[in-house]
């Protein structure tokens, strides 16, 4: 591979890595790697480091984490990479005064099929209303959030039990492939560029996925079987869709569910009843059937299946979820 382009890489998280391992293991020139700067995390408040940045100190890659994307002293140290070409993956909105540096542009690559779930969370979003497709874009940024000129998309449909953790290895590889795609293809300048606005269709509504927030993640049992198991495959591994498990003495025990399943029947008795023989399953009953729980944690013990749980764990059909 050619050392040209001069590419800065900018991510944060272990998706960001991702990617960029795939352009490091396929040769292209990074010269400096944008994240975020360290900050305390935990019960400890112990001094965490973006996964971008661990990955570039193991490969001995230069390394910036300004805290101000406007600061002078940053934009001169970015600028004295003389890099062609800069590439967003997971960062931080960037001002025009960084975006608009290199001479070949900056791109970002998206989890969704713009402009369809613009906004930090399309991973989690997509499962949680259910979709059945997906995919990564790949666009130039422009003064606003996920608004810019596609460059190219790559499509995928999305599994009946897929969860966001699998979901997201999936689109990394894909996307990994879809910014070399597009590295090459603007390096030929062989790409055409397509107005976002060109993809919507009269009388479509644009999803919004905006970051998840913790009462995005406690369970309604109130709401259709699919749409719970949705909303739990959604949710896993991180952050974990959470509810209350109640004793017949009105004792309550915070759960989170990582795995569920659904079989649908229309039910006339109360619901969110807890259904289990004490031993392999454990079910609740929903207005339009049965959601099967297949993977949880409860507080302070680790992530079990449900035989694992039920071991250790003395629940009857006395019980009820909340």
Same mark, same amino acid.
């Given at each position: 591979m050619d050392q040209f382009p001069r590419i800065v890489f900018m991510g944060t998280p272990d998706f960001a890595v991702g990617v960029l391992d795939k352009l490091i293991q396929n040769k292209y020139h990074i010269v400096v790697v944008v994240t975020v700067p360290d900050k305390p995390a935990g019960r400890g408040k112990k001094v965490h480091q973006s996964p971008v940045k661990l990955y570039a100190l193991k490969h001995h890659i230069p390394l910036l984490q300004p805290?101000?994307?406007?600061?002078? +002293?940053?934009?001169?140290?970015?600028?004295?990479?003389?890099?062609?070409?800069?590439?967003?993956? +997971?960062?931080?909105?960037?001002?025009?005064?960084?975006?608009?540096?290199?001479?070949?542009?900056?791109?970002?690559?998206?989890?969704?099929?713009?402009?369809?779930?613009?906004?930090?969370?399309?991973?989690?979003?997509?499962?949680?209303?259910?979709?059945?497709?997906?995919?990564? *874009?790949?666009?130039?940024?422009d003064e606003?959030?996920?608004?810019?000129?596609?460059?190219?998309?790559?499509?995928?449909?999305?599994?009946?039990?897929? *969860?966001?953790?699998?979901l997201h290895d999936r689109l990394m590889t894909i996307g990994g492939d879809l910014v070399m795609k597009t590295i090459n293809s603007i390096e030929k300048k062989s790409h055409k560029l397509i107005d976002q606005a060109d993809w919507v269709g009269d009388g479509e509504i644009l999803k919004k996925a905006p970051k998840i927030k913790k009462e995005d993640c406690r369970i309604n049992w109130n709401n259709l079987a699919e749409e719970i198991v949705n909303l739990i495959r959604g949710l896993s591994p991180y952050p974990g869709a959470f509810t209350e498990l109640i004793s017949p003495t009105g004792e309550k025990y915070s759960l989170k569910i990582y795995r569920a399943t659904f079989t649908r029947k229309i039910n006339h008795s109360i619901t969110k009843e807890v259904s289990t023989d004490g031993k392999s399953f454990m079910n609740v009953v929903v207005k339009d059937g049965m959601v099967h729980i297949e993977r949880l944690q409860i507080s302070s013990r680790k992530r079990m299946n449900i035989a694992e749980f039920l071991n250790g764990f003395a629940i009857d059909n006395n019980w009820t979820i909340e």
């Amino acid at each position: 591979m050619d050392q040209f382009p001069r590419i800065v890489f900018m991510g944060t998280p272990d998706f960001a890595v991702g990617v960029l391992d795939k352009l490091i293991q396929n040769k292209y020139h990074i010269v400096v790697v944008v994240t975020v700067p360290d900050k305390p995390a935990g019960r400890g408040k112990k001094v965490h480091q973006s996964p971008v940045k661990l990955y570039a100190l193991k490969h001995h890659i230069p390394l910036l984490q300004p805290v101000n994307l406007k600061d002078p +002293a940053f934009i001169n140290n970015l600028l004295s990479y003389d890099a062609d070409l800069q590439i967003v993956v +997971a960062f931080r909105m960037l001002p025009e005064v960084i975006w608009g540096i290199p001479p070949m542009g900056t791109f970002n690559l998206h989890a969704s099929l713009l402009p369809q779930y613009r906004g930090a969370a399309p991973i989690n979003w997509v499962l949680i209303n259910g979709e059945k497709e997906t995919g990564v *874009t790949t666009f130039f940024l422009d003064e606003n959030i996920d608004t810019g000129k596609i460059i190219f998309m790559e499509k995928t449909s999305i599994g009946d039990e897929e *969860t966001a953790g699998e979901l997201h290895d999936r689109l990394m590889t894909i996307g990994g492939d879809l910014v070399m795609k597009t590295i090459n293809s603007i390096e030929k300048k062989s790409h055409k560029l397509i107005d976002q606005a060109d993809w919507v269709g009269d009388g479509e509504i644009l999803k919004k996925a905006p970051k998840i927030k913790k009462e995005d993640c406690r369970i309604n049992w109130n709401n259709l079987a699919e749409e719970i198991v949705n909303l739990i495959r959604g949710l896993s591994p991180y952050p974990g869709a959470f509810t209350e498990l109640i004793s017949p003495t009105g004792e309550k025990y915070s759960l989170k569910i990582y795995r569920a399943t659904f079989t649908r029947k229309i039910n006339h008795s109360i619901t969110k009843e807890v259904s289990t023989d004490g031993k392999s399953f454990m079910n609740v009953v929903v207005k339009d059937g049965m959601v099967h729980i297949e993977r949880l944690q409860i507080s302070s013990r680790k992530r079990m299946n449900i035989a694992e749980f039920l071991n250790g764990f003395a629940i009857d059909n006395n019980w009820t979820i909340e």
